[in-house]
């Protein structure tokens, strides 16, 4: 895969996940969701083909294969695997019976709810350490500020 790394490290320290942005979306394994979710690899395959059978999302937008780095013993193996986007991510987060899921509903709604409210939501951390120039992660702050409907944060910025 390409792409900037994202790491993900939970507040106490008991999941920590590397994954990849690319084209704007996050990639995880089912093996990565199991372990976001606090989970079985078995669980997060069945919510996959649930969410597939209802319709919810379409396989062609939200999977593909890629080559996947992985340490096997004492070397270094790189597989193909299925991978699902940020969208399979948040179906599966919201469906997944575990208290590290239900944590990441409670903080997915909460941003839903700020969104609703405001018209907006901010990444604070994100905002105070903007991405570095020419990495591929684009700066939407940036994109923001440029947009003609902040034109006092325009001036001020």
């Known amino acids: 895969m390409t792409g900037e790394i994202i790491f993900y490290q939970s507040d106490d320290g008991t999941i920590r996940l590397e994954t990849r942005l690319e084209?704007?979306?996050l990639w995880l394994t089912q093996q990565q969701m199991a372990e976001l979710?606090?989970?079985t690899q078995q669980n997060i395959s069945l919510h996959i083909q649930n969410i597939y059978a209802e319709g919810e999302l379409v396989d062609e937008a939200t999977h593909k294969k890629s080559l996947w780095v992985r340490q096997e013993g004492n070397r270094q193996v790189q597989r193909e695997l299925d991978s699902f986007n940020l969208d399979m991510v948040i179906s599966?987060?919201?469906r997944v019976k575990s208290l590290i899921a239900t944590r990441f509903r409670i903080w997915a709604t909460g941003q839903l709810k700020e969104y609703i409210v405001?018209?907006?939501v901010m990444d604070d951390e994100r905002l105070k350490?903007?991405?570095i120039a020419g990495s591929s992660?684009?700066?939407h702050f940036a994109d923001l500020l440029a947009r003609s409907i902040c034109p006092a944060m325009r001036e001020s910025g």
């Open 92 to 94: 599966v987060g919201y």
């Open 129 to 131: 350490n903007p991405p």
């Open 37 to 39: 979710f606090q989970t």
């Open 137 to 139: 992660v684009p700066d």
């Open 23 to 25: 084209n704007e979306t």
């Open 118 to 120: 405001k018209g907006f």
